[in-house]
């Protein structure tokens, strides 16, 4: 879901009354994630699963 450029630093762990709930394994990341790239993921996202409708993407801390 996430695309190429960020698989290999996160995972998707649940969705919630339609808010992914995604784990990302970098504070850099997750950063950048949040305030940067986060509308654009969200608009990708729905425009790929349309039934969706995801509303928001929570970007969670976490190390593996």
């Given amino acids: ?7 290999q630093q996160t995972r998707l762990l649940g969705i919630k009354q339609n808010i992914l709930q995604v784990e990302v394994n970098s504070a ?16 990708r996202i729905n425009t790929k699963y349309p039934e969706s409708n995801f509303r928001d993407i929570n970007f969670l801390p976490g190390s593996w």
Avoid: C, N, S, W
């Fill in 28 to 43: 850099v990341l997750l950063y950048e994630l949040t305030h940067f790239q986060k509308p654009q993921i969200l608009q």
């Fill in 1 to 7: 879901l996430m695309g190429d450029r960020f698989a």
